[in-house]
Structure formats: structure tokens, C-alpha cells
């Protein structure tokens, strides 16, 4: 059974509703795991560990090493990434990514390959 969760819309980051706007889009069945993987992949990515109260381990810990001091290197941070990716439901492997910190910005950008189960997406990391 796939699992089910509210279409979030990846610009506004609100709930898409149905076009009558009576009721909230769902991911519900298998060919929707493209986009809920996106979706997961991307809530994960722009998430500071701790953010959330019921669960302290989503997200990356921008703030206490990511951009921290003493400044990790782009391959630690790469590989905290894919380890946090794989923790992700339905998600397989990580292949490639390429990204790039900017410290005085606190961004992370950038692109990564994910694999999951019935295919594959390339998430871009703003």
C-alpha cells in the first residue's frame, strides 16, 4: 500500500486544493510517488534539524554544522545530505549531486539525483 499525504505546492508551500476548491489534493497511490518523493525530499531539505516538535531529526542541522565554524567541507556536508535522504521513506539512493554552500548567504544550493522504486527525480537545492 502507497503511502498518503497532502500535496503541499512546491512555490507557495500551501495545501493544493481541487480545482472546486472544496477539498485538499492528495498523493495517494503509486503513481503519484514522483511527486511525493519531490515533495518529502524537498520539506526535508529546507528543514533545520529540530524544527519540528514531533520529529527532531527531520531535516538537515544547518545551524549547529552545515554552517557552523569550524566550516565543514562540501564533501561532509554532501554525504550528511544523502545519509538524511536515505533515512527517507521510499527513497533507494542518492547517485550524484553537486552543491554549493554560500556561508555569508547561509544558502545550500544546488542539484541531487534521487532514486526510489519506481524511478527518478533530480531535486534543485535553493
Known amino acids: 500500500m ?14 493544493v486544493f481541487t480545482a472546486d476548491g472544496r477539498d485538499v489534493t492528495l498523493y495517494e497511490d503509486d503513481a503519484d510517488e ?3 518523493i519531490d515533495q518529502d525530499a524537498g520539506q526535508m531539505m529546507a528543514s533545520n534539524a529540530g524544527e519540528w516538535a514531533w520529529d ?12 557552523a565554524n569550524p566550516v565543514p567541507s562540501v564533501a561532509t556536508v554532501e554525504g550528511l545530505v544523502r545519509a ?3 533515512e527517507r521513506p521510499g527513497i533507494t539512493s542518492v547517485p550524484r549531486m553537486s552543491l554549493s554552500i554560500d556561508r ?3 544558502k545550500l544550493t544546488g542539484w541531487i539525483e534521487i532514486r526510489f522504486t519506481t ?8
Open 2 to 15: 502507497p503511502r498518503v499525504d497532502f500535496a503541499v505546492d512546491p512555490t507557495l508551500h500551501d495545501l
Open 104 to 106: 555569508a548567504e547561509k
Open 56 to 67: 527532531q531529526d527531520f531535516g538537515l542541522p544547518f545551524l549547529s554544522l552545515i554552517f
Open 34 to 36: 514522483p511527486d511525493l
Open 84 to 86: 538524511k535522504l536515505l
Open 119 to 126: 524511478g527518478t527525480v533530480t531535486k534543485v537545492v535553493v
